[in-house]
């Protein structure tokens, strides 16, 4: 019975090439001049307005580095009406919540009321 280790003429004779062949050894095609853009975004938006053909590679490549050359957009905190402002800086932080309490404790009054 045969135990593992060398034998002599297995695997790959020295100085053959892959059984792929010419498909991983062929040289690359020399890269096309691409117009100059001054950063990922610029380089998108030509792809979407149609100015700059799209290229799988720099696509990918340009969506990796946005992240890296512009900062993230927060969502804009939504903000009370004028309006409102000018009420909640007129009434003051105690008196609204004042307000609050005496609202609901007539609610509340009333509620009882109509059970009796």
Do not use: W
């Not at 792929?20 to 990922?40: L, Q």
């Not at 975004?41 to 969506?63: F, H, M, Q, T």
């Not at 990796?64 to 003051?92: E, H, M, T």
């Amino acid at each position: 019975m045969a135990s593992g280790g060398q034998r002599r003429g297995a695997g790959r004779p020295k100085g053959a090439r892959n059984k792929r062949g010419s498909a991983t050894t062929s040289p690359a095609p020399a890269p096309t001049s691409p117009a100059p853009y001054a950063d990922a975004e610029a380089y998108l938006s030509a792809v979407v307005e149609g100015r700059e053909i799209p290229d799988p590679l720099r696509l990918v490549a340009a969506k990796a580095l946005i992240v890296f050359q512009r900062a993230r957009q927060r969502v804009p905190i939504p903000s009370l009406p004028p309006s409102q402002l000018a009420r909640r800086d007129a009434l003051g932080a105690e008196d609204a919540l004042a307000e609050e309490f005496a609202r609901r404790a007539e609610l509340i009054r009333a509620r009882h009321r109509s059970k009796q």
